[in-house]
């Protein structure tokens, strides 16, 4: 999130994107990257979940396991399509950091 924002790719994870009201822990909201969630029985957001993001605290698992989907689709629509090579360029530096270091 914090990356995101960095960018100026902020989410708008407060207000209903259709109505303008507060986001609501008890419903589901449908989540569109350049307009924020708005709220739909079909939805596959809690707004429980829209919450814990903005605050930055997760109190149960499914938040998490949302918050992650949410972020790697954020992360694909920005990224249009290219690889995210963050798990090759870590494996890199800890390679690099291991050789160093024998």
């Known amino acids: 999130m914090q990356l995101i924002e960095s960018l100026g790719y902020g989410l708008q994870l407060e207000f209903d994107a259709r109505t303008g009201e507060a986001v609501q822990p008890e419903l589901r909201y449908q989540f569109d990257i350049e307009q924020g969630a708005s709220a739909d029985i079909k939805g596959m957001i809690?707004?429980?979940?829209l919450i814990a993001m903005r605050q930055e605290n997760y109190t149960t698992s499914l938040q998490l396991q949302q918050a992650k989907q949410l972020m790697r689709s954020v992360i694909d629509f920005y990224l249009q399509?290219?690889?995210?090579?963050?798990?090759?360029?870590?494996?890199?530096?800890?390679?690099?950091?291991?050789?160093?270091?024998?």
Do not use: A, F, N
């Open 46 to 49: 809690d707004g429980s979940t």
């Open 81 to 102: 399509g290219k690889t995210l090579k963050s798990r090759v360029l870590m494996s890199k530096l800890i390679q690099q950091k291991t050789c160093k270091t024998h």
